[in-house]
Protein backbone atom coordinates (compact mmCIF):
# COMPACT_ATOMS: atom_id res chain seq x y z
CA UNK A 1 0.00 0.00 0.00
CA UNK A 2 1.64 2.82 -1.26
CA UNK A 3 0.60 6.69 -0.57
CA UNK A 4 0.22 9.33 -3.99
CA UNK A 5 -1.14 12.11 -3.01
CA UNK A 6 -3.32 13.83 0.03
CA UNK A 7 -5.45 16.76 0.50
CA UNK A 8 -5.72 18.44 3.70
CA UNK A 9 -9.39 20.31 3.84
CA UNK A 10 -9.82 23.05 6.35
CA UNK A 11 -13.97 23.57 6.42
CA UNK A 12 -16.35 25.64 8.78
CA UNK A 13 -19.08 24.09 9.54
CA UNK A 14 -22.12 26.07 11.54
CA UNK A 15 -23.56 24.56 14.46
CA UNK A 16 -27.17 24.51 15.41
CA UNK A 17 -26.37 26.33 18.59
CA UNK A 18 -23.28 27.12 20.18
CA UNK A 19 -22.13 24.29 22.23
CA UNK A 20 -20.52 24.98 25.79
CA UNK A 21 -18.57 23.07 27.89
CA UNK A 22 -16.19 23.99 30.80
CA UNK A 23 -13.31 24.16 28.53
CA UNK A 24 -14.60 26.53 26.31
CA UNK A 25 -17.69 27.43 23.64
CA UNK A 26 -17.50 26.55 19.77
CA UNK A 27 -20.18 28.69 17.50
CA UNK A 28 -19.16 26.71 14.42
CA UNK A 29 -17.10 23.60 14.08
CA UNK A 30 -13.60 24.20 12.70
CA UNK A 31 -12.84 20.60 10.76
CA UNK A 32 -9.87 19.29 9.20
CA UNK A 33 -10.34 16.33 6.61
CA UNK A 34 -8.02 14.20 4.76
CA UNK A 35 -8.35 12.29 1.49
CA UNK A 36 -5.40 10.22 0.97
CA UNK A 37 -4.85 8.54 -2.85
CA UNK A 38 -2.85 4.94 -2.81
CA UNK A 39 -2.10 2.26 -5.13
CA UNK A 40 -5.26 1.02 -3.56
CA UNK A 41 -7.98 3.68 -4.08
CA UNK A 42 -8.69 6.64 -2.31
CA UNK A 43 -9.96 6.97 1.43
CA UNK A 44 -11.51 9.74 4.05
CA UNK A 45 -10.16 10.44 7.14
CA UNK A 46 -12.07 13.17 9.91
CA UNK A 47 -9.41 15.10 12.62
CA UNK A 48 -11.02 15.05 16.16
CA UNK A 49 -9.19 18.36 17.17
CA UNK A 50 -10.95 21.70 17.56
CA UNK A 51 -10.74 24.80 16.48
CA UNK A 52 -8.29 26.08 19.68
CA UNK A 53 -6.27 23.77 22.71
CA UNK A 54 -9.48 23.44 25.04
CA UNK A 55 -10.00 19.81 25.08
CA UNK A 56 -6.17 18.87 23.99
CA UNK A 57 -3.46 20.97 23.12
CA UNK A 58 -3.98 19.74 19.25
CA UNK A 59 -5.72 22.07 17.40
CA UNK A 60 -6.78 22.05 13.52
CA UNK A 61 -4.27 24.42 12.47
CA UNK A 62 -1.75 22.57 14.57
CA UNK A 63 -2.55 19.24 13.26
CA UNK A 64 -2.39 20.53 9.55
CA UNK A 65 0.73 21.89 10.20
CA UNK A 66 1.88 18.46 11.80
CA UNK A 67 0.49 16.45 9.16
CA UNK A 68 2.21 18.03 6.36
CA UNK A 69 5.51 19.20 7.97
CA UNK A 70 6.37 15.71 9.93
CA UNK A 71 3.93 13.07 9.08
CA UNK A 72 3.67 12.95 5.26
CA UNK A 73 7.27 13.30 4.69
CA UNK A 74 7.32 9.54 6.77
CA UNK A 75 4.29 8.20 4.48
CA UNK A 76 4.71 9.26 0.59
CA UNK A 77 6.07 7.15 -1.57
CA UNK A 78 6.33 4.60 1.18
CA UNK A 79 5.70 0.82 0.59
CA UNK A 80 3.26 -0.39 3.87
CA UNK A 81 1.43 -3.66 4.06
CA UNK A 82 -1.72 -2.07 5.45
CA UNK A 83 -3.02 0.64 7.69
CA UNK A 84 -2.29 -1.04 10.78
CA UNK A 85 1.44 0.37 9.65
CA UNK A 86 0.72 3.56 9.81
CA UNK A 87 1.64 3.84 13.79
CA UNK A 88 4.87 2.39 13.50
CA UNK A 89 5.82 4.69 10.41
CA UNK A 90 4.84 7.62 12.41
CA UNK A 91 6.08 6.40 15.83
CA UNK A 92 9.82 8.64 15.41
CA UNK A 93 7.28 11.98 16.19
CA UNK A 94 6.18 12.37 19.64
CA UNK A 95 2.73 13.54 20.35
CA UNK A 96 -0.06 14.44 18.34
CA UNK A 97 -2.43 11.24 18.18
CA UNK A 98 -5.23 13.21 16.61
CA UNK A 99 -3.01 14.03 13.54
CA UNK A 100 -1.98 10.43 13.61
CA UNK A 101 -5.45 9.17 14.13
CA UNK A 102 -6.51 11.33 11.31
CA UNK A 103 -4.14 10.06 8.93
CA UNK A 104 -4.60 6.75 9.97
CA UNK A 105 -8.46 6.35 9.61
CA UNK A 106 -8.05 7.74 6.26
CA UNK A 107 -6.18 4.51 5.22
CA UNK A 108 -8.33 2.14 6.73
CA UNK A 109 -11.20 3.46 4.20
CA UNK A 110 -8.67 3.14 1.68
CA UNK A 111 -7.72 -0.21 2.21
CA UNK A 112 -10.86 -1.70 3.60
CA UNK A 113 -12.72 -0.37 0.25
CA UNK A 114 -10.27 -1.64 -1.99
CA UNK A 115 -11.26 -5.14 0.14
CA UNK A 116 -14.56 -4.82 0.19
CA UNK A 117 -14.75 -5.07 4.37
CA UNK A 118 -16.09 -2.56 6.84
CA UNK A 119 -14.31 -0.99 9.59
CA UNK A 120 -17.09 -2.65 11.96
CA UNK A 121 -16.10 -6.00 10.82
CA UNK A 122 -12.62 -5.14 10.35
CA UNK A 123 -12.68 -3.99 14.45
CA UNK A 124 -14.60 -6.65 16.11
CA UNK A 125 -18.04 -5.63 16.04
CA UNK A 126 -20.76 -7.25 17.48
CA UNK A 127 -23.73 -5.77 17.25
CA UNK A 128 -26.06 -4.04 14.43
CA UNK A 129 -26.71 -0.93 16.27
CA UNK A 130 -25.51 0.94 19.16
CA UNK A 131 -27.97 2.82 21.87
CA UNK A 132 -27.03 6.58 21.80
CA UNK A 133 -26.88 9.08 24.37
CA UNK A 134 -26.88 12.76 24.15
CA UNK A 135 -24.52 15.62 25.08
CA UNK A 136 -25.98 18.33 26.65
CA UNK A 137 -24.15 21.65 27.05
CA UNK A 138 -23.58 24.20 29.47
CA UNK A 139 -26.71 26.61 29.24
CA UNK A 140 -27.58 29.87 30.40
CA UNK A 141 -30.29 29.42 32.66
CA UNK A 142 -31.88 26.29 34.36
CA UNK A 143 -34.78 26.63 31.82
CA UNK A 144 -32.97 26.13 28.92
CA UNK A 145 -31.03 23.07 30.44
CA UNK A 146 -34.27 21.66 31.00
CA UNK A 147 -35.67 22.87 27.18
CA UNK A 148 -32.72 20.78 25.68
CA UNK A 149 -32.72 17.97 27.96
CA UNK A 150 -36.62 17.87 27.17
CA UNK A 151 -36.12 17.72 23.19
CA UNK A 152 -33.09 14.82 22.99
CA UNK A 153 -36.00 12.67 25.33
CA UNK A 154 -38.02 13.40 23.08
CA UNK A 155 -36.33 12.56 20.09
CA UNK A 156 -35.42 9.30 21.53
CA UNK A 157 -32.11 9.43 22.94
CA UNK A 158 -31.50 6.69 25.84
CA UNK A 159 -29.02 8.73 28.46
CA UNK A 160 -28.51 12.00 29.15
CA UNK A 161 -24.83 14.20 29.54
CA UNK A 162 -24.78 16.95 31.77
CA UNK A 163 -21.75 19.20 30.95
CA UNK A 164 -20.92 20.73 34.75
CA UNK A 165 -18.86 23.23 36.36
CA UNK A 166 -18.01 24.66 39.79
CA UNK A 167 -20.72 26.37 41.37
CA UNK A 168 -23.61 24.90 39.29
CA UNK A 169 -23.21 21.25 39.34
CA UNK A 170 -25.62 20.81 42.36
CA UNK A 171 -28.14 23.24 40.70
CA UNK A 172 -27.73 21.40 37.01
CA UNK A 173 -28.14 18.20 37.91
CA UNK A 174 -31.35 18.23 40.46
CA UNK A 175 -32.95 20.29 38.15
CA UNK A 176 -32.88 17.37 35.40
CA UNK A 177 -33.42 15.21 38.39
CA UNK A 178 -36.55 16.57 39.52
CA UNK A 179 -38.07 17.17 36.21
CA UNK A 180 -37.42 13.89 34.22
CA UNK A 181 -36.97 11.54 37.11
CA UNK A 182 -35.08 8.31 36.73
CA UNK A 183 -33.37 9.18 33.11
CA UNK A 184 -29.99 7.69 32.76
CA UNK A 185 -28.01 10.45 33.88
CA UNK A 186 -24.23 11.53 33.93
CA UNK A 187 -22.00 14.75 34.12
CA UNK A 188 -18.54 15.58 32.55
CA UNK A 189 -16.19 18.31 34.38
CA UNK A 190 -13.46 18.18 31.22
CA UNK A 191 -10.90 18.04 34.45
CA UNK A 192 -12.75 21.40 35.56
CA UNK A 193 -12.50 20.55 39.84
CA UNK A 194 -9.43 19.93 42.52
CA UNK A 195 -9.33 17.75 44.59
CA UNK A 196 -10.11 20.34 47.00
CA UNK A 197 -13.91 19.98 45.75
CA UNK A 198 -14.18 16.67 47.04
CA UNK A 199 -16.97 17.35 49.51
CA UNK A 200 -19.03 19.57 46.45
CA UNK A 201 -18.28 16.50 44.36
CA UNK A 202 -19.79 14.50 47.27
CA UNK A 203 -22.99 15.87 47.12
CA UNK A 204 -23.73 14.59 43.28
CA UNK A 205 -23.99 11.06 45.20
CA UNK A 206 -27.57 11.52 46.11
CA UNK A 207 -28.77 12.27 42.26
CA UNK A 208 -27.91 8.36 41.42
CA UNK A 209 -25.37 9.05 38.32
CA UNK A 210 -24.05 6.46 36.17
CA UNK A 211 -20.40 8.28 36.71
CA UNK A 212 -18.88 11.64 37.11
CA UNK A 213 -16.29 11.34 34.02
CA UNK A 214 -13.35 13.58 34.26
CA UNK A 215 -13.77 15.30 37.43
CA UNK A 216 -9.99 16.37 38.01
CA UNK A 217 -7.23 17.53 35.61
CA UNK A 218 -5.70 14.75 33.12
CA UNK A 219 -2.36 14.01 34.81
CA UNK A 220 -4.21 13.49 37.98
CA UNK A 221 -4.50 9.98 38.44
CA UNK A 222 -3.70 9.77 42.46
CA UNK A 223 -6.68 12.32 42.95
CA UNK A 224 -9.26 10.46 40.71
CA UNK A 225 -8.35 7.57 42.70
CA UNK A 226 -8.72 9.81 45.68
CA UNK A 227 -12.17 10.46 44.76
CA UNK A 228 -13.23 7.19 43.79
CA UNK A 229 -12.69 6.05 47.10
CA UNK A 230 -14.80 8.10 48.32
CA UNK A 231 -17.42 8.77 46.21
CA UNK A 232 -20.48 6.13 45.73
CA UNK A 233 -20.47 7.98 41.72
CA UNK A 234 -18.23 5.59 39.76
CA UNK A 235 -15.60 7.38 37.92
CA UNK A 236 -14.75 7.56 34.43
CA UNK A 237 -11.45 9.03 32.89
CA UNK A 238 -11.39 10.85 29.63
CA UNK A 239 -9.20 13.13 28.59
CA UNK A 240 -6.31 11.11 31.13
CA UNK A 241 -6.41 7.82 29.05
CA UNK A 242 -3.96 8.70 26.28
CA UNK A 243 -2.75 4.99 25.42
CA UNK A 244 -3.01 1.37 26.58
CA UNK A 245 -0.21 2.19 29.10
CA UNK A 246 -2.00 5.20 30.32
CA UNK A 247 -5.45 3.05 30.86
CA UNK A 248 -3.54 0.19 32.79
CA UNK A 249 -2.40 2.35 35.27
CA UNK A 250 -5.54 4.04 35.54
CA UNK A 251 -6.93 1.23 36.33
CA UNK A 252 -4.69 -0.54 38.69
CA UNK A 253 -4.49 2.62 40.66
CA UNK A 254 -8.07 2.54 41.17
CA UNK A 255 -8.59 6.38 39.51
CA UNK A 256 -11.71 5.00 37.24
CA UNK A 257 -14.24 1.84 37.36
CA UNK A 258 -15.50 3.29 33.88
CA UNK A 259 -13.42 4.44 30.63
CA UNK A 260 -14.34 6.79 27.87
CA UNK A 261 -13.32 5.88 24.47
CA UNK A 262 -11.95 8.52 21.74
CA UNK A 263 -10.33 7.47 19.14
CA UNK A 264 -8.83 10.53 18.45
CA UNK A 265 -7.07 11.27 21.78
CA UNK A 266 -5.74 8.05 21.42
CA UNK A 267 -4.01 7.89 18.36
CA UNK A 268 -6.97 6.42 16.08
CA UNK A 269 -8.76 3.42 15.92
CA UNK A 270 -6.71 0.58 16.48
CA UNK A 271 -5.10 1.94 18.98
CA UNK A 272 -8.66 2.21 20.73
CA UNK A 273 -9.56 -1.56 20.54
CA UNK A 274 -6.10 -1.97 21.91
CA UNK A 275 -7.85 0.10 25.21
CA UNK A 276 -10.93 -1.71 24.34
CA UNK A 277 -9.83 -5.35 24.82
CA UNK A 278 -7.33 -4.28 27.73
CA UNK A 279 -10.74 -2.43 29.35
CA UNK A 280 -12.71 -6.15 28.41
CA UNK A 281 -10.04 -8.17 30.06
CA UNK A 282 -9.80 -6.28 33.35
CA UNK A 283 -14.17 -5.97 33.68
CA UNK A 284 -13.52 -2.26 33.01
CA UNK A 285 -16.74 -0.87 30.60
CA UNK A 286 -16.15 1.42 28.13
CA UNK A 287 -18.17 3.75 25.89
CA UNK A 288 -17.86 5.95 22.76
CA UNK A 289 -17.20 9.94 23.24
CA UNK A 290 -18.01 12.23 20.91
CA UNK A 291 -16.05 15.80 19.63
CA UNK A 292 -19.05 16.72 17.47
CA UNK A 293 -17.77 15.15 14.44
CA UNK A 294 -19.64 15.05 10.67
CA UNK A 295 -21.54 11.96 9.47
CA UNK A 296 -18.20 10.62 8.76
CA UNK A 297 -16.55 10.23 11.61
CA UNK A 298 -19.47 8.99 13.90
CA UNK A 299 -19.29 6.34 11.23
CA UNK A 300 -16.24 5.08 12.39
CA UNK A 301 -17.44 5.81 16.26
CA UNK A 302 -20.31 3.46 15.55
CA UNK A 303 -18.02 0.83 14.71
CA UNK A 304 -15.71 1.01 17.33
CA UNK A 305 -18.84 1.57 19.69
CA UNK A 306 -20.34 -1.89 18.70
CA UNK A 307 -17.33 -4.02 20.34
CA UNK A 308 -18.62 -6.29 22.81
CA UNK A 309 -17.00 -4.16 25.88
CA UNK A 310 -18.71 -0.95 24.71
CA UNK A 311 -21.83 -1.81 27.19
CA UNK A 312 -22.95 1.88 28.03
CA UNK A 313 -24.57 4.22 25.98
CA UNK A 314 -22.25 6.58 23.88
CA UNK A 315 -21.97 10.45 22.40
CA UNK A 316 -23.42 8.44 18.94
CA UNK A 317 -26.17 11.23 18.63
CA UNK A 318 -27.09 12.29 15.12
CA UNK A 319 -25.00 14.75 13.34
CA UNK A 320 -27.89 16.87 12.38
CA UNK A 321 -28.50 17.54 16.63
CA UNK A 322 -25.29 19.97 16.26
CA UNK A 323 -24.61 20.22 11.93
CA UNK A 324 -27.01 22.97 10.53
CA UNK A 325 -25.41 20.83 7.54
CA UNK A 326 -23.63 17.53 7.00
CA UNK A 327 -20.97 15.69 4.56
CA UNK A 328 -22.81 12.72 4.75
CA UNK A 329 -26.77 11.07 4.21
CA UNK A 330 -27.87 10.57 7.71
CA UNK A 331 -27.95 7.81 9.53
CA UNK A 332 -31.58 6.87 11.03
CA UNK A 333 -31.88 6.91 14.52
CA UNK A 334 -35.15 4.33 15.68
CA UNK A 335 -36.18 3.92 19.09
CA UNK A 336 -32.67 5.38 20.47
CA UNK A 337 -30.21 3.34 18.42
CA UNK A 338 -28.42 3.88 15.26
CA UNK A 339 -27.17 1.33 12.95
CA UNK A 340 -23.52 0.60 12.60
CA UNK A 341 -22.37 0.85 9.17
CA UNK A 342 -21.58 -2.23 7.13
CA UNK A 343 -20.60 -0.88 3.74
CA UNK A 344 -16.97 -1.12 2.88
CA UNK A 345 -14.45 1.47 4.64
CA UNK A 346 -15.57 3.76 7.43
CA UNK A 347 -19.04 2.89 5.91
CA UNK A 348 -20.62 6.07 4.43
CA UNK A 349 -20.11 7.44 1.15
CA UNK A 350 -19.10 11.67 1.74
CA UNK A 351 -20.84 13.92 -0.45
CA UNK A 352 -17.50 16.22 -2.10
CA UNK A 353 -20.23 18.85 -3.59
CA UNK A 354 -20.55 19.40 0.52
CA UNK A 355 -17.21 19.24 0.89
CA UNK A 356 -16.17 21.49 -1.90
CA UNK A 357 -18.56 24.31 -0.56
CA UNK A 358 -17.53 23.99 3.11
CA UNK A 359 -14.33 24.22 2.07
CA UNK A 360 -12.37 27.29 3.51
CA UNK A 361 -8.63 26.46 2.58
CA UNK A 362 -7.32 23.02 0.79
CA UNK A 363 -3.61 21.89 0.44
CA UNK A 364 -2.53 19.23 -1.98
CA UNK A 365 0.56 17.51 -1.11
CA UNK A 366 2.43 14.68 -3.41
CA UNK A 367 5.96 13.82 -4.17
CA UNK A 368 6.54 15.56 -6.85
CA UNK A 369 3.93 18.38 -5.73
CA UNK A 370 5.14 19.31 -2.07
CA UNK A 371 2.50 21.93 -1.35
CA UNK A 372 0.01 23.51 -3.79
CA UNK A 373 -2.74 25.98 -1.58
CA UNK A 374 -5.49 27.46 -2.74
CA UNK A 375 -9.02 28.49 -1.26
Known amino acids: MRLERVELRRLRLPLVAPFRAATGAQADRDLLLVRVTTDLGEGWGECAALGEPTYTSEYTEGVRHVIRAHLLPRLLGRELRGADEVAEALRSIRGHPMAKACLEMAFLDAELRARGESLARHLGAVRPTVECGAAVGLQDSVDHLLEACARALEAGYRRLKLKIEPGR ?10 CFGPVPLQVDANGAYELEDLDRLARLDEFDLLMIE ?12 ELARRLRTPICLDESITSPRMAAAAIAAGACSIINLKAGRVGGYLEARRIHDLCRAQGVPVWVGGMLETGLGRAANLALAALPGCTLPGDLS ?7 RDLVDPLPMQDGRLPVPTQAGVGVSVHEEAVRELTVDLEVVAPERPMLRRP
Open 214 to 225: QPLAEDDLRGHA
Open 169 to 178: ELETVRAVRE
Open 318 to 324: APDRYLA
